[in-house]
């Protein structure tokens, strides 16, 4: 009786860490399926598309900005100038 309780009480709290299930869709869904674009790798991040606003004219410039934070400036003027600020600041 006593390994019983035992065991149920494991059992229901082991449970507690589970994460629920979700549904699963045999379509899948990325950037490039949505927009129907081929996007091009980061080379620093693999996985990652690379954003369009960093075309490679920098020096050093890879494609790093995982959250897009070039795509989000009005122009191509002010990824000068962060990056300006960023060398100027560490």
């Not at 709290?13 to 979700?22: C, E, I, K």
């Not at 899948?28 to 693999?46: D, E, F, W, Y």
């Not at 995982?66 to 009005?74: E, G, I, N, Q, T």
């Amino acid at each position: 009786m006593y390994k019983a309780v035992l065991l149920s009480a494991f059992a229901a709290t082991a449970s507690a860490f589970v994460g629920p299930t979700l549904p699963v869709s045999n379509v899948a869904r990325s950037n490039s399926a949505v927009c129907g674009l081929k996007m091009q790798k980061s080379a620093s991040i693999p996985y990652l598309d690379k954003p369009p606003a960093l075309d490679g004219s920098m020096v050093g410039d890879v494609g790093f900005d995982p959250l897009w934070v070039s795509s989000a400036l009005p122009d191509a003027g002010w990824i000068k100038y962060l990056r300006e600020a960023e060398i100027k600041h560490g």
